[in-house]
């Protein structure tokens, strides 16, 4: 059984079009992560991390082309020499490109075996190691980076969130403070005023151990 191509898949304005890597890469790098700010509490020792949003996912690998043995190709019209490396290598480049009509990259995906990565070809760096006696190059790496796209109601639906949209009930807790809670339930310790309203608190540093709170959702 021979091994899965990968291929990468281009949405394009005029016709969808799908690109075959010329060899399977040797190994791909994913990455992820995520961005905090950090707030200071008089008080405290460390500071509160306050989650801001996370970061588009990137998958990134080297894809190698060789065109030196390759044989003419009598059927082939392209303004390349048939030997010529760049049309295969110019298809990837060109990814990076701008649509006419979309005003944008266009949106690929990177298929290749369970890996089905969708998003957008961030940078590609070419280097060309190998050249005919007329200067033609026939052997290329190129270092190509996607960038995952997630549009807003994907994001909703792929992250369910409970906390901050919806009203629920909380105990206060021995040396418990407002902003704790809105800390844990909003992930934003200085949004601690909307829970004080919700529960007619004037005075937040008087609080009684086992008082019932209401933690109202946020609009």
Known sequence: MEPAKAIIEVSRSSEPKTIKVLFNPNEYNLQSGSTYSW????????PIAQFVSGEAATLSMELFFDTYE???????????????????????????????DLHAPPMCRF?????????V??????RYTMF???GIP?????????????GM???????????????????????EHLWMIAAEEYENPGMWR????????DNPRRLATGRKLIIPRLE
């Open 39 to 46: 707030k200071t509490i008089p008080g405290l020792q460390s």
């Open 70 to 100: 390759r044989l003419p190709d009598e059927n082939d019209s392209t303004e390349y020499d048939t030997r010529d490396v760049r049309r295969f290598t110019d298809q990837i480049v060109g990814l990076t490109e701008v649509d006419n």
């Open 111 to 119: 298929i290749w075996g369970k890996l089905d990565f969708g998003g």
């Open 121 to 126: 070809v961030e940078k590609v760096s070419q």
């Open 132 to 134: 005919l006696d007329s």
């Open 138 to 150: 026939v052997r290329a790496t190129l270092n190509v980076t996607f960038r995952k796209v997630l």
């Open 153 to 175: 109601t994907e994001q909703f639906q792929e992250t369910p969130r409970q906390s901050a949209d919806r009203t629920k009930q909380k105990t206060l807790k021995q040396g």
């Open 194 to 201: 909307p829970i004080a309203e919700a529960n007619g608190i």
